[in-house]
Nanobody, 122 residues
Framework: QVQLVESGGGWVQTGGSLRLSCVASGSIFGINAMGWYRQAPGKAREFVAAITRGGSSKAADSVKDRFTISRDNAKNTMYLQMNSLKPEDTAVYYC????????????????WGQGTLVTVSS
């Protein structure tokens, strides 16, 4: 089973930058796609960016010109470089991984980290 631990959150002023990290442990060879989601206070969790094992990535329109997702398979780590941060980026950011699970109907299960808080002040 895969475990995910995020780090790198914190407080930053508008226009600043942060880099989030997500380290995977456990059955890492079963991980395919990984991604970042976020949940602002009082709002639903939303997609931020995702990346496959091969490095193909996509990002939400709201962040694609400011955030960069990357992955170091050798270190079992995924990153989210966040630049030009805005107050509306304030949220708890969650790491997500699709773990191969052939016995399930979808063929995979989603694994989540505990989240890391990003606060952007105006």
């Amino acid at each position: 089973q895969v475990q995910l631990v995020e780090s790198g959150g914190g407080w930053v002023q508008t226009g600043g930058s942060l880099r989030l990290s997500c380290v995977a442990s456990g059955s890492i060879f079963g991980i395919n796609a990984m991604g970042w989601y976020r949940q602002a206070p009082g709002k639903a969790r939303e997609f931020v960016a995702a990346i496959t094992r091969g490095g193909s990535s996509k990002a939400a329109d709201s962040v694609k010109d400011r955030f960069t997702i990357s992955r170091d398979n050798a270190k079992n780590t995924m990153y989210l470089q966040m630049n030009s941060l805005k107050p509306e980026d304030t949220a708890v950011y969650y790491c997500n991984a699709d773990e191969v699970a052939p016995s399930t109907p979808a063929g995979y299960v989603e694994v989540w980290g505990q989240g890391t808080l990003v606060t952007v002040s105006s």
